[in-house]
T-cell receptor, first 112, second 110 residues
């Protein structure tokens, strides 16, 4: 089975711009979760989608949003980028919930 | 309390030795405790996980010990190898998300 894929792998954006990140889960997995990883805050949960519905959301501002398509692929959008949004954004997929989550390689976002 | 406290921050072990990383939690609603291994430039990889109804789980050189009454769990890496050098994260799930510890950077020297 192919693993979780994320595109693009690297992004450089300017403050104030918006960005869209993409995640393709493992075939057959219906749940996709997104995490932000920074040296200062560690790994923090953003949100989780299951069958195209957001089931849970972490403590991030509304500038962070996501969606899931019928084929379980998911996108994450960050609007009005701030310098502090520079991070590794990871998505993880699992069959039907929060257990046994498998992570992709991440998208490294740099905001200048 | 939604925190998971992990120690030590860094660990240096000789090849062939035992690496031990500890985590503690407070929320008794947590019901799933995985460990992840992350190499530089890669996403975290699921190593091993345990549910609170068992006190120990072993997979190869990796063992999770779980103490429900103390709300603590630990990862033991037996016969540590230089290839085990990575950052290790514990996590806990209250069934709606994974809450991660702060990570332990393990270095195994030959």
């Amino acid at each position: 089975k192919a693993g979780v894929t994320q595109t693009p792998r690297y992004l450089i954006k300017t403050r104030g711009q918006q960005v869209t990140l993409s995640c393709s889960p493992i075939s057959g997995h219906r749940s996709v979760s997104w995490y932000q990883q920074t040296p200062g805050q560690g790994l923090q949960f953003l949100f989780e989608y299951f069958s195209e519905t957001q089931r849970n959301k972490g403590n991030f501002p509304g500038r962070f949003s996501g969606r899931q398509f019928s084929n379980s692929r998911s996108e994450m959008n960050v609007s009005t980028l701030e310098l502090g949004d520079s991070a590794l954004y990871l998505c993880a997929s699992s069959y039907d919930g929060y257990y046994e989550q498998y992570f992709g390689p991440g998208t490294r976002l740099t905001v200048t | 309390q939604q925190q998971v406290k992990q120690s030590p921050q860094s660990l240096i072990v000789q090849k062939g030795g035992i690496s031990i990383i500890n985590c503690a939690y407070e929320n008794t609603a947590f019901d799933y405790f995985p460990w992840y291994q992350q190499f530089p430039g890669k996403g975290p990889a699921l190593l091993i996980a345990i549910r609170p109804d068992v006190s120990e789980k072993k997979e190869g050189r990796f063992t999770i010990s779980f103490n429900k009454s103390a709300k603590q769990f630990s990862l033991h890496i037996m016969d540590s190898q230089p290839g085990d050098s990575a950052t290790y994260f514990c996590a806990a799930s209250p069934a709606d998300k994974l809450i991660f510890g702060t990570g332990t950077r393990l270095q195994v020297f030959p």
